[in-house]
């Protein structure tokens, strides 16, 4: 069972370049999450999703956009990377009970230069 | 305010005693919490979750709530070099239907020396 895949686990992007982190989970979770955690700090919520074909902000979407085609996957689009942007990125997901029990993918590390 | 603060530590404690973690928060309506622990460069799991006033323990841990002083703590007793890591309190977010949404603490390092 591999629960929530997070690819790729790192990578270094130039200012100004774009990329999509992706995510999968397997254990038919409704609830889906991206947080970023910058060093000494807890964790953010940038968006999350509810099911397929919704998706809202969090608390620091700015410079990120999602989407959620299907339960299995949300992939986070880094668009015009910014040094601000250099963070560790966590996807998430819940089955809606307990909502506190959030299963983590692996982390990506990113950087940018 | 931030809606949920820790201690901010880091905090050493020696291998057999107990490690005192601890945590407030901004919003009264909260009616769950959640302690998870996170090695370095790992992701971070849930270890402890309340509902209710009082205590729950779950083997050498023990999660406390009092939520007149809007106060959550996590007691780690016969602390173990496996313990050290760091700690994220967690609640809700404020406001509305959560859908699962979490607000972390900043964390708190713990350190367990033989």
């Known amino acids: 069972n591999a629960g929530v895949t997070q690819t790729p686990k790192f990578r270094i992007l130039k200012i100004g370049q774009s990329m999509t982190l992706q995510c999968t989970q397997d254990m038919n979770h409704n609830y889906m999450y991206w947080y970023r955690q910058d060093p000494g700090m807890g964790l953010k919520l940038i968006y999350y999703s509810v099911g397929a074909g919704i998706t809202d902000k969090g608390e620091v979407p700015n410079g990120y956009n999602v989407s959620r085609s299907t339960t299995e996957d949300f992939p986070l689009r880094l668009e015009l990377a910014a040094p601000s942007q250099t963070s560790v990125y966590f996807c998430?997901?819940?089955?809606?009970?307990?909502?506190?029990?959030?299963?983590f993918g692996e982390g990506s590390r990113l950087t940018v230069l | 305010q931030k809606e949920v603060e820790q201690n901010s530590g880091p905090l050493s404690v020696p291998e057999g005693a107990i490690a005192s973690l601890n945590c407030t928060y901004s919003?009264?309506?909260?009616?769950?919490f959640f302690w998870y622990r996170q090695y370095s460069g790992k992701s971070p799991e849930l270890i402890m979750s309340?509902?209710?006033?009082g205590d729950k323990e779950d083997g050498r841990f023990t999660a406390q709530l009092n939520k007149a002083s809007q106060y959550v703590s996590l007691l780690i007793r016969d602390s173990q070099p496996s313990d050290s890591a760091t700690y994220l309190c967690a609640a809700p977010g404020a406001g509305g239907t959560s859908y699962g949404k979490l607000t972390f603490g900043q964390g708190t390092i713990l350190t367990v020396h033989p």
């Open positions: 919003d009264r309506g909260s009616q769950s």
């Open positions: 309340i509902y209710s006033n």
């Open positions: 998430a997901s819940n089955m809606g009970l307990p909502l506190g029990e959030l299963f």
